[in-house]
């Protein structure tokens, strides 16, 4: 049974505590003691993240189909999640740095990386298929949790380097439970980094769901214990996670220290292609959470103040189409990959066994070229 702040009452369900948002579910302000002191951001920022979103949902849809079609080994989805990753990443510069799991493609996207260098690790072609240090965004990872503590390094050292430079990085809620975001936290908050840690809640670590995880009220109660800020946020709500997401930025940036955000969000899709979620939830608490599309209620606010036209609108979707057509034509076309590759960028200085390792391998690709089967 999934976690769920709305209904399941028969078993507690965490978090207990209601998330902070600035528009509800059906897409209206929201005033009070539940916007946590934020205030909405101006409508062309809204504007601006409700494009970002529709072009990220068009690319997780298309590459979610090519992934059944064989094209792709794997895929993790966003499916649903587009607000937590976008209103995260739309809120820190380019200087800034972005340390990112696997699930993080549309953030990638937002982040401006190419959908075909975005998907070269999950077709099999590059462990990174872009240029880290041209998006200062670091690599995917498959290991949970242990991108934390690359961001907390490096937000470390560009601390003591007088560097104005934030590093913000994703986590989920199973990666919470790992050692690695510890330790993470602790030296974030010890050394007091310019590091934001987003920890997408979408309730599910696979199979395992938050409650046989932790027994916090919230994942951002947890920031107590570290000496830092956190905040449980509606992560469904794009216009909450820019803003928090936001000052948490300027506050690391001005020498406040590291923050922790919760999203509070659900994954619509499986883990990953390979994942069959019917076995371990409900279809109904899917359907449930599809009513609370973070693109719909955006939508409906943007129209109701009259900043999406028609006009708008269709723009939009035919940015989001190019963006599909252009990732069908760079996942269709055949890759020419080297062997060779798998030497390079190994070490500094390649070791010798390492080179005679290669040299075997040039010799054996020799032969298969001169003597085809």
Same mark, same amino acid.
Request: overall charge negative.
């Given at each position: 049974?999934?976690l769920?702040?709305?209904h399941?009452?028969?078993?507690r369900? %965490?978090?207990?505590?209601?998330p902070?948002?600035?528009?509800?579910?059906?897409g209206?302000?929201?005033t009070g003691?539940a916007? #946590?002191?934020f205030?909405l951001?101006?409508?062309?920022?809204?504007?601006?993240l409700?494009r970002?979103?529709?072009v990220? *949902?068009?690319?997780?849809?298309?590459?979610?189909?090519l992934?059944?079609?064989?094209?792709?080994a794997?895929?993790?989805?966003?499916y649903?999640?587009?607000?937590?990753?976008?209103g995260?990443?739309?809120?820190? !510069?380019?200087d800034d740095w972005?340390?990112?799991?696997?699930?993080?493609s549309?953030a990638?996207?937002?982040?401006?990386?190419d959908?075909?260098?975005?998907l070269?690790s999950?077709?099999?072609d590059?462990? !990174?298929?872009?240029?880290q240090?041209?998006?200062?965004?670091?690599?995917?990872?498959t290991? %949970?949790?242990t991108q934390?503590?690359?961001?907390?390094g %490096?937000?470390?050292?560009?601390?003591?380097?007088?560097?104005?430079?934030v590093? =913000?990085?994703?986590?989920g809620?199973g990666?919470? !439970?790992?050692?690695d975001?510890?330790?993470?936290?602790n030296?974030?908050?010890?050394?007091q $980094?310019?590091?934001?840690?987003?920890?997408?809640?979408?309730?599910?670590?696979i199979?395992?769901?938050?409650?046989?995880?932790?027994?916090?009220?919230t =994942?951002?109660d947890?920031?107590?214990?570290?000496?830092m800020?956190g905040?449980?946020?509606?992560?469904?709500?794009v216009?909450?996670?820019?803003a928090? $997401?936001?000052a948490?930025?300027?506050?690391? *940036?001005?020498? #406040? #220290?590291?923050t922790?955000?919760?999203?509070?969000?659900?994954?619509i899709?499986?883990?990953?292609?390979?994942?069959?979620?019917t076995?371990y939830?409900?279809?109904?608490?899917?359907?449930?959470?599809?009513?609370r599309?973070?693109?719909?209620?955006?939508e409906?606010?943007?129209?109701?103040?009259g900043?999406l $036209?028609?006009?708008?609108?269709?723009?939009?979707t035919?940015?989001?189409?190019?963006?599909?057509?252009?990732?069908?034509?760079?996942?269709t076309?055949e890759?020419e990959?080297?062997p =060779?590759?798998?030497?390079?960028?190994?070490?500094a200085?390649?070791?010798r066994?390492l080179?005679e390792?290669?040299?075997r391998?040039?010799?054996? =690709?020799?032969?298969a070229?001169?003597?085809?089967r």
């Open positions: 049974m999934s769920n702040v709305e399941h009452a028969a078993r369900a %965490l978090p207990s505590e209601k902070l948002r600035l528009l509800d579910n059906a209206h302000a929201v003691a916007t #946590g002191g205030s951001p101006d409508t062309e920022t809204l504007l601006d409700y970002k979103m529709v990220a *949902r068009r690319f997780d849809v298309q590459v979610t189909a992934t059944k079609q064989g094209r792709l794997t895929y993790p989805s966003a649903g999640q587009e607000a937590c990753e976008i995260a990443v739309s809120a820190i !510069s380019a972005l340390f990112p799991t696997y699930r993080e549309v990638l996207l937002t982040r401006g990386i959908p075909g260098d975005i070269k999950f077709r099999g590059w462990h !990174s298929g872009y240029d240090r041209s998006h200062r965004t670091s690599t995917q990872t290991p %949970l949790a934390a503590l690359h961001a907390v %490096l937000a470390h050292a560009a601390r003591l380097r007088h560097d104005p430079i590093a =913000l990085t994703f986590l809620d990666a919470t !439970s790992e050692g975001a510890h330790e993470a936290f030296f974030a908050a010890v050394w $980094t310019p590091t934001v840690f987003i920890v997408q809640n979408n309730q599910f670590a199979s395992v769901p938050l409650a046989r995880q932790t027994h916090a009220a =994942l951002a947890k920031a107590v214990g570290y000496g800020p905040f449980h946020v509606d992560g469904n709500d216009a909450a996670m820019y928090v $997401t936001r948490a930025v300027d506050r690391a *940036r001005a020498g #406040g #220290g590291p922790l955000i919760e999203g509070l969000t659900y994954r899709e499986a883990h990953t292609n390979s994942d069959d979620p076995r939830r409900p279809a109904r608490d899917v359907e449930h959470w599809k009513r599309d973070p693109i719909e209620r955006l409906k606010y943007l129209v109701s103040e900043a $036209t028609e006009a708008t609108r269709s723009e939009i035919d940015a989001a189409e190019a963006l599909a057509a252009h990732t069908r034509d760079v996942i076309t890759s990959l080297d =060779l590759e798998l030497f390079d960028h190994v070490y200085r390649p070791r066994a080179l390792q290669r040299a391998l040039e010799a054996e =690709l020799a032969e070229a001169r003597n085809p």
